[in-house]
């Protein structure tokens, strides 16, 4: 059974870089469309970008606008996501996500891990 464990957050400031990592464990990404997703406080959880198991199909929320990057290195069984020009609008809990390639919705969620921007 898949698991997924998150890390990478930490305290920054505006305009850092943080890399979150998922590491998947009891299988591997094979055939799965791994996500992120975050959680900022009063606020429902959100998109944030999305790839298939084999590198292709990335997804990102608007908000993105260019600054992020999500990848899978499944010699590794990890997925990433790469934060650029970090604002204090993406202060939240950031959670991996994954799902069957061929359906909707994620089956397989994260802990979560706190990314924190200040002014």
């Known amino acids: 059974q898949l698991q997924l464990a998150e890390s990478g957050g930490g305290s920054v400031q505006t305009g850092d870089s943080l890399r979150l990592s998922c590491e998947a464990s009891?299988?591997?990404?094979?055939?799965?469309?791994v996500a992120w997703f975050r959680r900022a406080p009063g606020k429902d959880r959100e998109f944030v970008a999305s790839v298939n198991w084999n590198g292709g199909g990335a997804r990102y929320a608007n908000f993105v606008n260019y600054r992020f990057t999500v990848s899978v290195d499944n010699a590794k069984n990890m997925a990433y996501l790469q934060m650029r020009y970090l604002k204090p609008e993406d202060t939240a809990v950031y959670y991996c996500?994954?799902?069957?390639?061929?359906?909707?919705?994620?089956?397989?969620w994260g802990q979560g891990t706190q990314v924190t921007v200040s002014p």
């Open positions: 996500a994954a799902g069957d390639f061929a359906k909707e919705g994620y089956t397989t």
């Open positions: 009891g299988e591997a990404f094979t055939w799965y469309r």
